[in-house]
């Protein structure tokens, strides 16, 4: 294999792991019955999406937008501050998630999603009734 070659296999590798790691979360959150499982998927589609845009926003040769006489070429730094917001909204996503699989397993006393839609209505848990 030539020297080019391979650089291109390296440089598409990270979109095959992106590709894998997307169709894998999806195939998860879509196949699965158990919330816990689903929220995993979520977490591992959403790693795949952060792939996807931190894998251009690095150039080979590149350095730090700090204007230099001794650079041409930068790396664009919006990508990596652009991920640095998405991976704190996707913490805080799964952290509501996972609240709402507790207060489901109260309610529904379970987590596998076809055992709850088979209930017509959680259980009445209301100590005030008249």
């Known amino acids: 294999m030539s020297t080019g070659a391979s650089m291109t296999l390296g440089g598409h ?18 196949a699965r019955d158990n919330l816990i499982k689903k929220l995993v998927g979520l977490g591992i589609f959403q790693t795949s999406v952060y792939l996807l845009y931190i894998a251009p926003g690095k150039l080979v040769g590149g350095t730090a937008p700090i204007l230099s006489e001794a650079f041409t070429v930068y790396s664009n730094p919006l990508p990596h501050v652009l991920i640095l917001t998405a991976i704190v909204v996707g913490v805080a996503t799964l952290a509501l ?34």
Do not use: C, K, W
């Open 13 to 30: 590798l990270t979109y095959f792991i992106t590709i894998f790691l997307m169709v894998a979360g999806l195939f998860i959150v879509i």
């Open 97 to 130: 998630g996972l609240a709402l699989v507790v207060r489901i397993q109260e309610a529904y006393g379970s987590i596998e999603e076809n055992e709850i839609l088979g209930q017509a209505a959680p259980p009445d848990t209301d100590e005030r009734t008249p």
